[in-house]
């Protein structure tokens, strides 16, 4: 997977798991629901549509999720080991040669 690939995939999972869970939180709220037995709308019954909007929604937030996660360490994998004992690559780039 080539960074740019990599970089999209975190991207795009990210902006849909961000949709996934506001949706999830939507349907919990349920803000256009009335009902005569409860004063706020979260206290009415979910209807078997609503639960079924709200599965999927879940369902795509947790793919999303591990698709990120999945994109972050393909991302952590294009940089290479870390460098050991304590040595940092020069900043001023290659040493002249003698």
Known sequence: MTPRTSTLLVIVSAAVMACGAVVCLVYVVQPWRSCSYEDTSAGCAMLPQDAAVMGVAMLITVI???VLTLGIAA?????????????RPSSRGPSPRR
Not at 75 to 87: E, F, K, M, Q, T
């Open 75 to 87: 991302r952590l994998s294009h940089r290479g080991p870390a460098p050991r004992d304590g040595a």
């Open 64 to 66: 999303a999720f591990l």
